[in-house]
């Protein structure tokens, strides 16, 4: 009888140390142990956010020299930054209303720009994207900074809207591609106003990860451009 009571004390010590329990009738709890452990620093959001990708579809017909297929041809864009240590190329152009932009990267993970922040990452207006492996698919973000250290929501989840119109993006050769458009004044408060020929800061930076929260980044800097 004691050698009973014995293992059923140490089977009830096995369990408590484990951190599950049974359930009851007012509590379901779940345990997981994960196979291995990873720090990633994040934005450290004050509320839980799930973000879904939103994907565009390109239509056959564009402005002329210009198409969201994920591929920076000769001659499509007007004007270009390229270097920043070879991490990251900005192209575009633009008309009177909509403004047609392609980034590279040197990553794995996602690219991203963000027009007009009012000090360090506050308030710019984000389009953040990439592509699930080579040839895999697409996700692309339109999003808004909450704060100067970079707390990012999407537009929807604020109460605005996805307003990227055309997108198409592509991974090769260790490089992402993502090419968008978007009307100049979209009219969404979370939107940067852009205006043809005048001056725009952009913001850019890359990380190795696919996940829009993750504050691992890989590069970033900043530069103004003329729409």
């Not at 010590?13 to 009738?25: K, M, N, R, V, Y």
């Not at 192209?91 to 932009?101: F, R, V």
Request: glycine share 10%; proline share 3%; hydrophobic share 35%.
């Amino acid at each position: 009888m004691k050698r009973k009571i014995l293992m059923i004390a140490v089977f009830a010590i096995l369990i408590l140390a484990s951190g599950c329990t049974t359930e009851d009738d007012s509590l379901d709890v779940i345990c997981i142990m994960p196979e291995e452990t990873t720090t990633v620093q994040t934005f450290s959001p004050t509320e839980t956010t799930s973000l879904t990708p939103e994907v565009t579809e390109s239509p056959e017909d564009n402005v002329t020299g210009w198409k969201a297929d994920g591929i920076i041809g000769e001659g499509e864009y007007e004007n270009n930054v390229t270097g920043f240590r070879d991490l990251f190329y900005i192209h575009w152009t633009s008309d009177n209303e909509t403004l047609y932009m392609g980034i590279q990267g040197k990553t794995s993970g996602y690219v991203a720009v963000g027009f007009n922040p009012v000090a360090m990452m506050k308030n710019a207006d984000i389009i953040l994207g990439g592509n699930i492996g080579t040839g895999g698919s697409l996700y692309i973000y339109d999003m808004y900074s909450l704060d100067a250290s970079g707390t990012m929501r999407s537009d929807t989840s604020l109460g605005g809207e996805f307003n990227i119109e055309e997108s198409a993006g592509t991974e090769k050769a260790a490089f992402q591609t993502l090419e968008f458009s978007r009307k100049l004044d979209t009219g969404d408060k979370y939107d940067s106003v852009l205006e043809k020929g005048k001056s725009a800061k952009v913001v850019w930076f890359l990380s190795n990860y696919d996940d829009p929260l993750s504050n691992q980044i890989s590069g970033e800097g900043s530069v103004d451009i003329i729409i």
